[in-house]
């Protein structure tokens, strides 16, 4: 089964957004990896807030003015897997390879 | 004290001193500058939403926390992933996108060791994923088998690879000696390394199934030529 690009793409993100909403609420909330190791050494209290991240728009994965918790995660990684995928898309395309070897018009002709 | 601070494996302000916070954050910045004058020069038009799409993945599957051993989770990093589908340096734009996001959207890892959690989680496992495939898949078979035993082997090595370098600046930052912070941080990752190579695994069988011309570090017809004759219907806006 061959897919289109523009499918594979829509496909991948239904299944990105579908993960970060429905499941992330109900995956592991122990410590990680890093946490784990910080707290066993005893280091994890010189953990802190850098001053730009006061006043973070969806501090600690929850939504805010949500008061189910799993509720706001689900729309925390809702938001925010479209938000990178709006961000990663404008970045590569601002930054994508012009003049093409193909016949896509684009302004550089003039210049010839 | 800090009950509700998230650190997703992610580094917070205050684990890492200030020279060696500043030297991550200068070689995160060579790092995405080259992947930007990378991806300015080679970045085909046809790919620009699979960046996209990518970094979304990676960003929705790191909020899928796993349960490992003895009350510890771990989540996917993502670089060995991107790497295989869109080469080393442009996976390193796709981890910056995704990092930067989840520190000032976030508040998940620090500012100042936004740089280190680059590095850590994005450069070092994309480059190392980049080299491993080309230096391995040449001498193996040209079987499936083979490609996504390599996948697997590279996604473990990148998550202990980040957290021995993460060990190696928390002990030069003076914050825990090497000797005690090494161990428990590679036995750890070991296991979340293993989860790494599961889901890796199972996006790059999904890709292969579908779109192999998609994977950048493979032996699968590349980047086929999808604006001369492969895109029929309702690819032209």
Redesign the interface.
């Known amino acids: 089964?061959?897919?289109?690009?523009?499918l594979?793409?829509m496909l991948?993100?239904a299944?990105?957004?579908g993960?970060?909403t429905a499941?992330?609420p109900y995956?592991?909330?122990?410590?990680?990896?890093?946490?784990?190791?910080?707290q066993?050494?005893a280091?994890?209290?010189?953990?802190?807030?850098?001053a730009?991240?006061k006043e973070?728009?969806?501090?600690?994965?929850a939504f805010p003015g949500i008061d189910n918790p799993r509720v706001a995660?689900g729309v925390?990684?809702f938001a925010?897997?479209?938000?990178?995928?709006?961000?990663?898309?404008?970045?590569?395309?601002v930054?994508?390879?012009r003049g093409?070897r193909?016949a896509?018009a684009d302004a550089g002709t003039a210049a010839a | 004290m800090l009950p509700s601070l998230p650190i997703a494996m992610h580094i917070p302000d205050g684990f890492l001193s200030g020279g060696v916070a500043t030297i991550l954050w200068l070689l995160a910045i060579l790092a995405v500058a080259n992947a930007l004058r990378v991806a300015n020069a080679e970045l085909d038009e046809s790919r620009v939403p699979l960046l996209g799409v990518l970094a979304a993945f990676i960003f929705a599957v790191q909020m899928l926390n796993f349960p490992v051993a003895g009350g510890t989770s771990g989540h996917l990093l993502g670089a060995t992933l991107a790497a295989v589908l869109l080469g080393p340096w442009i996976a390193c734009l796709v981890m910056a996108v995704v990092l930067t996001t989840q520190c000032f959207a976030f508040a998940d890892g620090g500012v100042s060791a936004l740089g280190a959690n680059i590095v850590n989680m994005g450069v070092l496992g994309a480059l190392l994923a980049g080299f491993l495939m080309k230096a391995l898949l040449p001498l193996l078979p040209k079987s499936r088998e083979a490609f996504l035993g390599v996948v697997a082997i590279t996604s473990w090595l990148a998550v202990m690879t980040g957290a021995a370098a993460t060990s190696l600046q928390l002990a030069i930052s003076g914050t825990v000696p090497l000797g005690t912070v090494l161990a428990p941080m590679l036995g750890v990752h070991g296991l979340i390394g293993v989860g790494e190579a599961v889901i890796t695994v199972a996006a790059v069988s999904a890709v292969l199934a579908s779109r192999p011309d998609l994977i950048a570090l493979g032996r699968f017809p590349a980047a086929t030529p999808v604006t001369a004759g492969a895109a029929p219907a309702g690819s032209t806006p």
């Open positions: 089964m061959r897919l289109s690009t523009r594979f793409v991948a993100l299944v990105s957004v993960l970060a499941v992330s995956a592991s909330s122990s410590p990680d990896g890093l946490e784990r190791v910080a066993d050494q280091f994890v209290d010189d953990g802190r807030l850098h730009l991240q973070a728009p969806v501090s600690d994965y995660t925390a990684g925010g897997t479209l938000f990178v995928f709006g961000f990663g898309y404008g970045l590569a395309y930054l994508r390879r093409s193909g896509d």
